[in-house]
């Protein structure tokens, strides 16, 4: 296997003389000092312009060099990047082709793991009546198909699952709204949360059927019917009728 043979870059380190630094930074504190002592009138307004602008003058043509050196300072570390990032690049793309046929690989033999647990799978559930019920995906998890969990792993694995599902249903057979719980069971397959799912479910319709029929209670209390009978005799037997069943009534003579 090539490898890269790193060899140290030869670093020479620049150096920038600036002999005058000190005469300079004298001259512009000795101006400094005398800017601010100066009182602008309208007398030396223009003066005092022409000496600002003197003074920035030539501060300008100092940072104008500073900038130009720096950029010439930068130019061999910017060839040094340049050619660093071209070799870590090619480098990169290596490894991109690398990680992409290993993955590959490892996906082919997940494939591969799968078929061979399906099969196991298939073999198994004939010999449970719930067979119809519940497929090869109900059971597999991502994790049985890693290179970590052998074969005899997951099928130790299929058993236990196999054999919690029987007994589940062995017991939902036994309860009340058992379709119910069943369906809840085969998208969840946990018996306790089906239950639960299921009892919340009937609990609900059972107050929403208390609210219904005390309104409807409520309407009817609400609810005066009054018939007009133009005949005494018609009145009479119609009040023996209700008094005969209970039925509570208000009379009223015109």
Do not use: C
């Not at 609900?204 to 133009?230: D, G």
Request: net charge neutral; proline share 2%; hydrophobic share 40%.
């Amino acid at each position: 296997m090539p490898k890269i043979q790193i060899q140290n870059p030869i670093v020479k380190r620049g150096s920038i003389q600036f002999n005058g630094f000190d005469e300079i930074k004298n001259s512009a504190m000795i101006l400094a000092s005398h800017i601010d002592n100066v009182k602008v009138t309208e007398e030396n307004v223009k003066d005092s312009k022409r000496l600002l602008a003197a003074v920035n003058n030539e501060v300008k043509k100092l940072e104008s060099q500073r900038i130009q050196i720096k950029n010439e300072m930068l130019i061999p570390y910017q060839t040094f990047e340049s050619q660093v990032k071209e070799i870590v690049n090619i480098v990169k793309s290596a490894d991109e082709k690398v990680r992409m046929q290993v993955r590959e690989l490892e996906e082919a033999e997940r494939d591969e793991k799968k078929i061979s647990v399906k099969a196991i799978f298939d073999k198994r559930i004939q010999m449970y009546d719930f067979k119809n019920l519940f497929t090869f995906d109900d059971f597999l998890k991502p994790k049985y198909l890693n290179k970590t969990m052998s074969l005899t792993k997951v099928e130790a694995a299929m058993v236990k699952w196999l054999t919690q599902v029987e007994e589940d249903l062995s017991a939902i057979e036994l309860m009340d709204h058992s379709d119910e719980v069943l369906a809840e069971y085969q998208a969840t397959q946990n018996l306790a949360i089906s239950v639960k799912a299921v009892q919340n479910r009937h609990a609900l319709l059972e107050s929403n059927k208390k609210v219904t029929f005390n309104e409807q209670t409520k309407i009817l209390q609400a609810t005066k019917y009054i018939y007009t009978l133009n005949n005494p005799k018609d009145a009479r037997m119609l009040e023996m009728f209700m008094e005969t069943n209970n039925i509570k009534f208000e009379k009223v003579e015109k």
